[in-house]
């Protein structure tokens, strides 16, 4: 394949991965040099690139599928995961995703990539779309765990409790298999979460307990770590919350 038809037909590439198609020849490289120099083929960062050429010309390549070019193995979490659900409520410039031996972040037209050292025990699924392909996406059920381990990568307790407002049904079952992964803090922050959102998941009562039961009594958790100052108790749960508690129930309705 020649290198002009290879910048037509595939609007994110590697050099490792471009040079296995065209060749590795030194004009190749010649090419690539020139076709960035004239603006036909963005540099993202070292050995990533972006087409400008054909059908691509002056569009932009979607976030998540340059993460996922430079980094196949990538599973996209946190927000990001959060976005490729459809859940999110806001937008947001930051895309998260997990892979082996993830580099410093970089950015690119606007975005931040941050990469973060995959877990083995993240439940992910296959998320396809026109714009990026397929993706490995955590699932929603692990998506809400990990919201709730580290709120502040999520954009803060709101954006995650409004954002699962938007989720008709969750596998609870599913929910408490993450759990196991994780320490009592984070069981509490579910807890409550799937307390207040029993009757629309239909939450048993005897998983509450369950997880209730994970608590250690004399316990003091909170609900969102990065604040400093706290306007209500959920005793049930043993949590400081960030507002008053009818603040929060308004911020799980759509």
């Known amino acids: 394949m020649l290198f002009t038809d290879y910048i037509s037909q595939n609007q994110t590439f590697t050099t490792a991965g471009m040079l296995d198609v065209v060749g590795n020849e030194p004009s190749v490289r010649v090419a690539l040099s020139r076709a960035v120099k004239a603006g036909r083929v963005l540099k993202v960062r070292t050995g990533l690139y972006v087409s400008q050429s054909g059908r691509f010309q002056g569009v932009k390549a979607d976030p998540h599928l340059v993460a996922a070019t430079l980094f196949p193995d990538a599973t996209f979490v946190y927000h990001s995961a959060l976005e490729l659900h459809g859940l999110a409520h806001a937008t947001s410039s930051l895309v998260q995703y997990m892979c082996n031996n993830p580099p410093a972040s970089f950015s690119f037209q606007g975005v931040v990539y941050k990469g973060l050292t995959a877990r083995p025990d993240t439940v992910a699924e296959a998320v396809t779309s026109r714009a990026f ?3 490995k996406v955590t699932t929603r059920e692990q998506t809400l765990v990990d919201c709730m381990a580290r709120v502040g990568l999520a954009g803060g307790l709101e954006e995650v409790v409004r954002s ?11 929910i408490m298999l993450c759990l196991r992964a994780y320490p009592p803090s984070v069981a509490a922050r579910v807890g409550w979460y799937l307390d207040g959102n029993q009757k629309r998941w239909s939450v048993a009562d005897n998983m509450l307990a369950a997880i209730e039961q994970t608590l250690p009594a004399r316990a003091s958790y909170k609900l969102d770590p990065t604040y400093r100052q706290f306007e209500g108790y959920a005793a049930r749960w043993h949590l400081n919350l960030p507002a008053r508690a009818e603040e929060i129930r308004k911020w799980m309705e759509l």
């Open 164 to 174: 699962f407002a938007g989720l008709p049904y969750a596998d609870v079952n599913a």
């Open 133 to 135: 392909g397929t993706v």
